[in-house]
């Protein structure tokens, strides 16, 4: 926290004194649009952790293009206004690029900002398919889509012999579009939705939540939202005497789950982008990590750390920061890799693979399924 207490001190100073002086000084200045305030400040932490390990490399290896790289943070609190508040910022203070975003539904909202703006943007955690059309061009999503972890989940509910589900989202962005399209997803396989669940973001009492779905008996729940209220629905839905498989999104797979959900965590399923500790890659990532912050990497920690990687790459290749040819560099990206495997971009500018995998919970930590 030192650290990032400094960083963010070292941003509002050069705001302050304008991008025209920041350029002077040889910086380039990229934004970190992440939360840092509100219930998933965990997450975004993370992600602006990562990005500083990512830009202390580039700096520590001269730059990019003869300048070094200032971080930015662009607080956008989960929240669709907090975040257009956030996005206005950065552009005012003159960022070439932008890396992050984690809640989808205060992602959606940036897209045209930056796209207005001419500012290259890598989304490196948020993955609602709402952002698909939303995006002027200028956005590259380097997490897979929700569609994708609609289609491991099916794998594995049928995998694991399920027939019968019920679904809870928090009718936001994120939550709902992944609701949808395993609903979909599910009912095209020829399994039943026997519950189909909304419930309110920040909710404490989910009794008529799981009154509902013990009176269906579905052979698995999945909850699609994230950690903080899934925690809580996880541990009452145990309560009450529920005994099916529990299984839940890419939005709450933090090791915070089991914080809150206890024991009635143990045996819960994840559907997961690629988290540091089953990458070969990210041996020397983690133990950089575990120096600086005196904690594991997060679940989103790899993915930002490269999209700051694949930004400079593309930076490299354009020989320049102007927007349009970044941008065409970053379409041309055609398996270049870091932590998280190969990124190549199909021509909507999501990632063209699939990188989701299925964790369980065990003694208070995740593991591989299997």
């Known amino acids: 926290m030192k650290h990032f207490t400094r960083v963010l001190a070292a941003g ?49 290896h001269g730059g990019v293009l003869g300048k070094k790289i200032q971080l930015i943070v662009g607080d956008d609190a989960c929240d669709p206004q907090q975040a257009v508040n956030a996005a206005s910022k950065l552009v005012s203070q003159k960022v070439v690029a932008v890396v992050g975003g984690y809640c989808s539904g205060a992602t959606v909202p940036v897209l045209k900002i930056y796209g207005d703006a001419h500012i290259p943007f890598v989304i490196t955690a948020a993955n609602s398919t709402a952002l698909i059309p939303a995006n002027p061009g200028n956005a590259f999503l380097i997490n897979s889509t929700g569609d994708q972890q609609a289609i491991t989940a099916v794998k594995f509910f049928q995998h694991k012999k399920i027939k019968t589900l019920a679904i809870v989202n928090e009718g936001d962005a994120y939550s709902q579009n992944l609701a949808d399209l395993m609903r979909t997803a599910w009912q095209k396989a020829g399994g039943k939705v026997v519950d189909f669940e909304t419930v309110n973001k920040g909710e404490q009492d989910y009794s008529s939540v799981v009154t509902a779905i013990d009176a269906k008996h579905p052979d ?29 999104g890419d939005g709450s797979n933090s090791v915070k789950l089991f914080d809150i959900a206890g024991k009635a965590a143990e045996g819960v399923y994840a559907f997961s982008n690629p988290i540091a500790q089953f990458l070969p890659a990210a041996k020397s990532f983690i133990a950089t990590y575990k120096k600086e912050y005196k904690a594991e990497p997060g679940p989103y920690a790899p993915l ?61 930590a995740w593991i591989a399924a299997k």
């Open 304 to 364: 930002t750390y490269d999209g700051m990687q694949l930004l400079v790459w593309a930076m490299k290749k354009a020989g320049t920061t102007n927007a349009a040819a970044v941008e065409k560099a970053l379409a041309s990206a055609n398996g270049v890799h870091w932590l998280t495997g190969p990124i190549a971009f199909t021509k909507k500018n999501t990632l063209a693979r699939s990188n989701f995998v299925v964790l369980e919970g065990k003694n208070g």
């Open 220 to 248: 698995a729940v999945f909850w699609t939202a994230y950690y903080a209220d899934g925690g809580l629905l996880i541990r009452q839905l145990r309560q009450s005497g529920y005994q099916g498989m529990i299984a839940v």
């Open 12 to 60: 509002a100073l050069l705001a302050m004194a304008g991008g025209a002086s920041a350029q002077a000084q040889g910086t380039l200045k990229v934004g970190v649009e992440v939360p840092t305030t509100g219930s998933e400040a965990t997450y975004g932490q993370d992600m602006y952790n990562a990005a500083a390990i990512a830009r202390d490399e580039i700096n520590a």
